[in-house]
């Protein structure tokens, strides 16, 4: 197993945990200051940068959703795809621990510890059909830009604006998770786990979903 590895995915997903928390709070406290759009570059723009810092290391998978679905096109061995997948839940768990030493208790409980959740109107069921669609874009993504050998050499920008375009649309809507710990961080530590189901099964099905059919489909000879 590659250890070197597991502390990039470690370290990455926790920046993404704890920015994306940390910009949901912040935009209360300062009253919607940022918005959605300020939510939604928070987000991408941690997972442009930790992606790019960590694709020589680990992959810069940062979501379990990811690995599985690399795991499914046999692009990373069963091991090392479960000490992927434990350490970026390990990431998440501690920075939503960190975030709750940084940020006021009542700001954290107001937004529900930045914990993705169905809005108003939203069934689970549409609800997971939107995590999967949202997580498709995402990983057929990842394959254009970094997997596929033909891919321009771009590290994590595309990937960054990808989860930047989903949440403007999903961010309201489910609250565009698209990973598996950037919900169960944040949802062990105050944020609740209902719906823990939707925030597996949707991400991991697109992640698949998106994997199989552009490697047996798209991908270079």
């Not at 949901?24 to 300020?38: F, N, P, R, Y």
């Not at 108003?120 to 498709?136: C, D, K």
Request: aromatic share 6%.
């Amino acid at each position: 197993m590659n250890v070197k590895a597991l502390i990039a995915e470690f370290i990455a997903t926790f920046a993404l945990i704890f920015v994306g928390v940390g910009a949901i709070a912040s935009d209360h406290i300062t009253g919607g200051a940022s918005g959605l759009v300020g939510i939604a570059l928070a987000h991408g723009l941690t997972i442009a940068v930790m992606a790019t810092a960590t694709m020589a290391i680990s992959g810069g998978h940062i979501n379990p959703a990811v690995t599985i679905g690399l795991l499914a096109t046999k692009k990373i061995d069963l091991t090392n795809a479960i000490g992927y997948i434990i350490a970026q839940c390990a990431g998440a768990i501690v920075a939503a621990i960190a975030i709750k030493q940084c940020i006021p208790a009542l700001a954290l409980e107001t937004v529900n510890m930045g914990t993705p959740a169905l809005a108003e109107g939203i069934s689970p069921s549409a609800g997971l059909f939107i995590e999967i669609i949202l997580t498709f874009f995402l990983m057929f993504v990842i394959f254009g830009t970094a997997v596929d050998g033909r891919a321009p050499k771009l590290g994590g920008l595309f990937i960054g604006l990808t989860v930047t375009l989903d949440i403007f649309i999903g961010g309201p809507l489910t609250g565009a998770a698209m990973n598996p710990a950037r919900h169960l961080g944040p949802a062990l530590l105050g944020g609740g786990l209902d719906n823990l189901w939707l925030y597996w099964v949707g991400p991991i099905v697109g992640a698949v979903l998106a994997a199989v059919i552009y490697d047996k489909t798209l991908l270079a000879e």
